[in-house]
């Protein structure tokens, strides 16, 4: 049976499973999963400027599909994580190009061109987006830039709906953090439902509420938080033992808390956590 064919029926299928068994067709015409092979394959104007060595992989391999998104598809949100791609790719391939090659000399040029790409390329991307009104841009310029104009556009967004995302959630928090604790509670634990399941929630966002609590004086609370954080892979050796003393609560009620932390941190598990 040709590809061709294959790929015909893979169009008129509609159980999960057969569109899965369809992928290497897709795949053969150029469609499916956005690979850095096939996109320098097919658009190797999209990677000769960067390095070809086995410095800063993933992060190259992060802006030549961000490349091709943007190619395909100019968008304010496919701009944001090109920057952000650009910016990680050259804190990464400037260390390298600093680095002496010992054999090949040209690996050398090569980071450096790559280096160069990346500095003019995002200079480029944030001169065309200086007066964007996307979130997620406003944010860029306002945290990156100390933009106030882009600053106002960003806050100018809050109860409209359109922060409701862990990254811009928590740059709101950070805004409220050092004046209104409560509210930046709030934003904080109004931010966990909005992870995908495939993301990893970070130790900061429980570790912040917690620091918040504390700013509250109300130490019950912040107890808690602090045990949920410890819960988490990721989280700080932040001493918070300081917490039993305040609470002046015996072991029974220390292990009441603890277990209503360790609930807490099941449902923020599960996206299931209502504040």
């Not at 600093?98 to 991307?125: C, F, H, N, W």
């Not at 992870?195 to 609590?213: H, R, W």
């Not at 938080?225 to 609470?247: E, G, I, N, P, R």
Request: hydrophobic share 35%.
């Amino acid at each position: 049976m040709s590809s061709l064919t294959r790929y015909s029926r893979c169009l008129v299928l509609v159980l999960p499973l057969t569109i899965v068994a369809c992928d290497s067709a897709l795949n053969f015409l150029g469609f499916g999963n956005r690979t850095v092979k096939s996109i320098c394959n097919s658009n190797p104007e999209l990677c000769e400027d960067l390095n070809q060595d086995g410095w800063c992989r993933s992060e190259r391999a992060d802006v030549i599909i961000s490349r091709f998104d943007e190619l395909n598809h100019d968008s304010d949100e496919n701009k944001y994580h090109l920057i952000k791609n650009y910016r990680a790719y050259n804190q990464c391939i400037e260390l390298a190009a600093s680095i002496e090659p010992k054999y090949d000399k040209s690996r050398k040029t090569q980071r450096v061109v790559g280096m160069l790409t990346s500095l003019e390329e995002l200079a480029r991307l944030e001169a065309e987006t200086e007066d964007s009104n996307n979130p997620y841009l406003a944010m860029y310029h306002w945290t990156q830039h100390r933009d106030q104009a882009a600053k106002e556009r960003f806050l100018a967004l809050e109860g409209t709906g359109k922060l409701d995302s862990p990254e811009l959630l928590w740059t709101l928090a950070i805004y409220y953090s050092g004046n209104n604790p409560q509210k930046t509670i709030d934003i904080l634990q109004s931010s966990f439902k909005y992870f995908g399941e495939d993301q990893v929630i970070p130790a900061k966002y429980p570790e912040a509420i917690t620091s918040q609590y504390m700013a509250l004086r109300n130490f019950r609370q912040a107890y808690i938080w602090a045990q949920v954080s410890a819960l988490f892979d990721d989280h700080s050796t932040q001493d918070y033992s300081s917490l039993k003393h305040l609470l002046q609560l015996d072991e029974e009620q220390l292990e009441n808390l603890q277990d209503e932390a360790k609930l807490i941190f099941k449902q923020i598990k599960e996206r299931q956590y209502q504040r």
